[in-house]
């Protein structure tokens, strides 16, 4: 079983949308956890950490369920260039090594 | 500020050779990762630098890769006897060390082995 686990999709949606994606991890030590995206042939980057509390960026919206070991990344009133693959992260206790899911993609449509 | 760079940017290379790819990590920053992506893929972890520490080299998926740190700057990746389930882009990373902190991406490296 894979440490991190997320559905590839792809997800396509038109404009305006709500979209979610759910990804799980494995090891109950995790720590930290991350969003990132990565547009197309490019690097990937930090969308948003995400917090235990749940936490909001704008239009993002992420939230960690410890107990059922899985974490939640939300997007409401989608833009066309929201279209990316999103990247679950998590990092094991004490550690800055990030264990990385291999992605959801997200296509938004006219 | 500068963020991290690889060099080249593009590699094409015949089988059977050995090729170096080369990483700058943000200036300052103790942890150095170095991971490959194939077409369509997610990231795959190859290893992992942090200060002065032994690196991790868990991820190296044979004998030919390697890679060196010289102190918390440069690194390379070598792949020696190069072999075309080795195209991929390899993926720089540095971070600042602290525990779940956020990792800074290079543009990456597309090797092509013909």
């Known amino acids: 079983r894979k440490e991190v686990e997320q559905d590839p999709g792809p997800f396509n949606v038109p404009e305006g949308a709500t979209v979610a994606f759910n990804c799980t991890y494995s090891?109950?030590?995790?720590?930290?956890f991350f969003w990132y995206r990565q547009d197309c042939r490019k690097e990937p980057k930090l969308l948003m950490s995400v917090y235990s509390s749940g936490n909001e960026d704008g239009r993002f919206t992420a939230q960690l369920n410890r107990a059922s070991q899985y974490i939640s990344l939300l997007i409401r009133d989608s833009k066309l260039s929201d279209s990316a693959t999103y990247l679950c992260v998590v990092s094991r206790e004490n550690t800055d090594k990030l264990i990385f899911g291999t992605g959801t993609r997200l296509q938004v449509f006219p | 500020g500068a963020g991290v760079s690889q060099s080249p940017s593009n590699k094409v290379t015949e089988k059977g050779k050995d090729v170096e790819l080369r990483c700058d990590p943000i200036s300052g920053h103790t942890a150095l990762y170095w991971y490959r992506q194939r077409l369509g893929q997610g990231l795959e972890f190859l290893i992992y630098?942090?200060?002065?520490?032994?690196?991790?080299k868990s991820g190296l998926p044979s004998d030919r890769f390697s890679a060196e740190r010289t102190g918390e700057s440069v690194s390379t990746l070598t792949i020696q006897r190069t072999q075309q389930e080795d195209s991929a882009v390899y993926l720089c990373a540095s971070a600042p060390g602290l525990a779940g902190g956020e990792q800074f991406f290079g543009p990456g490296t597309r090797l092509t082995v013909l």
């Open positions: 630098f942090q200060g002065n520490s032994a690196p991790d």
């Open positions: 090891n109950s030590a995790s720590q930290s």
